[in-house]
């Protein structure tokens, strides 16, 4: 073999152990990741996880679900498919299980979703969703943290509207399976909640940790022109969220 011949086979064989090398680790990376979510979300594979339905408050039908909303669902369970699991549909009213044995993801706030006001009674009781006075001139509730006041507020208000939205993670007892809850001014900041929780879980991950329950409120900006696009965090309130309100004096 000459020397040229034999510089080709070495330059050949230095490539492919190269690419094979690249490949392995990129193989390895992805499983990690991969690992790394599905621990966050309680979602190991051929789990399964509930996604719990709200109701359009607005709507006189009771089995009316936002548009917004349906879109919120599909990208929670592209999520639950992408970790190999399964996810199972129900409506919030037709819930009767305890928590902690399958992961859940709970959409909507607790006018229009009965296992969400359960959730926030029980594990997040410094929240409430307040109706406006009268003379506000619109329905959206506004949110409640502690002290803390987060208003809707109207395109008249603010350019495009300005709505917000909790998204915390419940963790009932160690070990457990976690429950997600967002739970939105308006359909369109569920949506913008179920989104930010896809795309940013590795950042909640390494702020809250795997294991870690978390409370924070997002806001969306200019939902007419962006719609859930544009979100940006407002606040953290995992303390307030989950200390009781102490009974106001007689």
């Known amino acids: 073999m000459t020397d040229g011949v034999l510089n080709v086979v070495l330059g050949l064989a230095a490539s492919a152990i190269s690419a094979g090398l690249g490949w392995l680790a990129q193989t390895l990376r992805r499983r990690r990741r991969l690992g790394r979510q599905r621990a966050f979300f309680g979602l190991p594979a051929n789990g399964e996880a509930l996604l719990v339905v709200n109701r359009q408050a607005s709507a006189p039908d009771v089995k009316s679900v936002a548009r917004d909303d349906v879109y919120a669902l ?3 369970a592209a999520l639950v498919r992408e970790c190999g699991a399964r996810a199972t549909l129900t409506g919030h009213d037709e819930v009767r299980q305890g928590l902690g044995d399958k992961s859940e993801f709970c959409v909507g706030g607790p006018a229009g979703n009965k296992r969400t006001a359960a959730h926030l009674e029980s594990w997040l009781p410094g929240v409430a969703f307040v109706s406006p006075p009268a003379e506000v001139g619109h329905p959206v509730h506004t949110l409640l943290v502690g002290s803390r ?29 976690p429950v997600f809850v967002i739970a939105g001014q308006t359909a369109v900041s569920n949506h913008a909640g179920a989104r930010y929780l896809a795309a940013n879980h590795r950042t909640l991950s390494r702020e809250h940790g795997r294991d870690g329950a978390f409370a924070v409120v997002l806001r969306v900006v200019n939902a007419r022109a962006y719609g859930p696009d544009v979100v940006e965090l407002e606040a953290d309130v995992t303390a307030a969220a989950t200390t009781r309100p102490r009974p106001a004096a007689a």
């Open 74 to 76: 599909m990208e929670l």
């Open 149 to 177: 006041e987060f208003r809707f507020l109207t395109a008249s208000e603010e350019p495009g509207q300005r709505a917000h939205v909790l998204l915390a993670r419940i963790h009932p007892r160690a070990g457990s399976r």
